[in-house]
């Protein structure tokens, strides 16, 4: 495993992200706690350190299941990272409370590494605002030795991260962006570390693989790498390319099955960045990938706040794949298995779904376009 220091302290260059754990028929808010348990055993074994959870993961479950998966381990051997779940606005004056009910949940006396969750044009103001004393508070708790390390995470622009910076900088550790080839360009991810550069801020990686988007390309795109590299597998790619970014020190991978653990530890290994031929071809295939799809990373902070009970991110992959194909039948017949009160066109336009997505999608309008493709 290669490791990358932080503050004297040695962390696995690649960390388990707790959102995407396996669950149980299909349903994410059932982890499927034994077949998670295996993962973190193989996990803790080949020297990964690092556990990403949140509040609103799974359901709420993700803390439960990933501090039972740790239980068993001496405390200073791994390290537990969580966040206060600002995304949801109606949390800003439960910080207090949150945060003890966190520790509750993952059944220890502090965290390693605690966030301000996805700092964002919904929540930069509320965040900001002193009247709901969340920094003072996370900050107390940092000086009671109760989170050793403090910073946030971003999926807002360069300038809402400039804005929590010139507030909070001073007391900001790291902080978790949105980072993979695909968003180098598209959602600004080098404008984002370069400004964490300027702050001397160390950048943690959410979203390496774009929610699994980047773990298969097409036969023309995967031939491209293949002459570079014969022996690298596609998904290894997207991990090269961040392995070449000095700032990066923590990746963090949502995997959901054994496989994945396996052949992402593998790849962490060994440090292979990419050379600039590579990171131009590489580029360049993340060019051809964009073609117009919505960006979801299957977050289901969405389905949480859907009035309707929609499982939006299904409905958006099969809405990108209809569009990626200009029609043809998996979508419609996919469709077609699902209630009528479950499907695209049960959605009222209510948007509180896009007030707490994290890439920005205008879902109501999605939506509303599916519904009408589909008509057709």
């Known amino acids: 495993m290669v490791y990358k220091d932080f503050q004297g302290e040695k962390l696995s260059a690649l960390g388990l992200g707790c959102m995407r754990l396996p669950v149980v028929d299909g349903d994410d808010a059932r982890i499927d706690e034994a077949a998670a348990k295996e993962m973190v055993d193989y996990a803790m074994a080949r020297g990964v350190n690092y556990y990403d959870t949140a509040w609103g993961y799974h359901s709420g479950n993700s803390e439960l299941v990933i501090g039972r998966s740790l239980a068993s381990y001496p405390r200073e051997k791994y390290y537990l990272a969580t966040k206060f779940p600002g995304y949801d606005l109606s949390n800003m004056d439960k910080v207090e409370e949150i945060f003890e009910k966190q520790l509750e949940k993952c059944g220890v006396g502090y965290f390693d590494f605690y966030l301000f969750h996805n700092v964002c044009e919904m929540n930069i103001d509320a965040y900001l605002d002193k009247k709901y004393g969340i920094f003072d508070y996370l900050v107390e708790q940092k000086r009671k030795g109760r989170i050793r390390h403090l910073g946030f995470s971003a999926h807002g622009s360069v300038e809402v991260m400039r804005r929590f910076l010139e507030a909070y900088g001073s007391e900001m550790e790291f902080c978790q962006i949105q980072l993979n080839y695909l968003d180098w360009n598209f959602q600004d991810a080098k404008g984002k570390a370069e400004l964490l550069k300027e702050w001397k801020l160390p950048v943690w990686v959410m979203e390496p693989l774009r929610g699994g988007r980047l773990a298969k390309l097409t036969q023309a795109e995967e031939e491209k790498l293949l002459a570079l590299r014969p022996e690298e597998k596609v998904p290894a790619w997207a991990f090269r390319f961040l392995q070449a970014i000095p700032e990066v020190t923590m990746v963090l991978s949502g995997m959901s099955n054994f496989e994945q653990l396996k052949e992402n530890i593998h790849t962490f290994e060994t440090e292979k960045p990419l050379?600039?031929?590579?990171?131009?071809?590489?580029?360049?295939?993340?060019?051809?990938?964009?073609?117009?799809?919505?960006?979801?990373?299957?977050?289901?902070?969405?389905?949480?706040?859907?009035?309707?009970?929609?499982?939006?991110?299904?409905?958006?992959?099969?809405?990108?794949?209809?569009?990626?194909?200009?029609?043809?039948?998996?979508?419609?017949?996919?469709?077609?298995?699902?209630?009528?009160?479950?499907?695209?066109?049960?959605?009222?336009?209510?948007?509180?779904?896009?007030?707490?997505?994290?890439?920005?999608?205008?879902?109501?309008?999605?939506?509303?376009?599916?519904?009408?493709?589909l008509k057709g």
């Open 275 to 373: 050379d600039d031929t590579e990171m131009k071809t590489l580029l360049s295939v993340a060019d051809g990938l964009l073609g117009g799809t919505l960006p979801c990373t299957a977050c289901h902070y969405c389905v949480s706040h859907c009035p309707q009970g929609l499982e939006i991110p299904k409905l958006i992959a099969l809405y990108n794949e209809h569009c990626f194909t200009g029609g043809g039948f998996l979508a419609p017949m996919a469709i077609s298995m699902e209630p009528e009160e479950k499907r695209p066109g049960a959605c009222v336009g209510c948007k509180s779904c896009e007030a707490v997505c994290p890439q920005g999608i205008k879902i109501s309008g999605a939506m509303a376009d599916f519904a009408e493709r």
